[in-house]
């Protein structure tokens, strides 16, 4: 790698890891998983800074795969045998206005989190929400309405919108 693409990186990572980082933050509820997820998306993207530096936005593609990773992270851990999910809100960031809505979406299958997290804390369109999680946009419609369903339930609240 050269001085110019090096240079070009590391831009790129300094002006995007602490969104990629907040993004992947709402999706697991842990600022220190949040950051090795992110740190490695990152790694990848260095890995495959050749190919992936000629895109309009490279950090772009960092996040698509730190958002899968931490849709895996979260699958995995929920899979664990014998654990449970703790009642205790996890540690928050100031971007998220209520720890009781924080504490309703860390709930929400992993899949529907990402969603929301993409969708409404990160005002992502459907199509590029589904081009993250590669799933068609009619599933991440679905998985916003379940989730609104789910958040409207446990925090007692009518559901007053629907994604179009």
């Known amino acids: 790698m050269g001085d110019e693409e090096r240079q070009d990186y590391e831009w790129v990572y300094r002006a995007r890891f602490a969104s990629v980082a907040r993004t992947v933050f709402l999706i697991v509820g842990s600022p220190a998983v949040a950051e090795e997820i992110t740190q490695d998306a990152f790694v990848k993207l260095l890995q495959k800074w050749s190919s992936v530096s000629d895109y309009e936005r490279p950090e772009a593609w960092a996040r698509k795969v730190a958002v899968r990773m931490a849709v ?6 929920r899979s664990r045998p014998g654990r449970e999910l703790r009642a205790q809100p996890r540690q928050s960031e ?40 590669q799933v068609s946009e009619s ?3 679905q998985h ?9 339930d446990v925090l007692k609240e009518e559901v007053t919108e629907d994604v179009r």
């Open 72 to 77: 895996r992270h979260v699958g995995r851990e």
């Open 94 to 133: 100031p971007s998220l206005p209520d720890p009781e809505v924080a504490r309703a979406v860390a709930a929400l299958a992993p899949m529907q989190r990402a969603a929301v997290a993409l969708y409404y804390w990160e005002d992502r369109p459907i199509l590029e929400i589904a081009r993250m999680l």
């Open 139 to 141: 599933t991440v419609k």
């Open 144 to 152: 916003l309405y379940r989730a609104r369903a789910r958040l409207a």
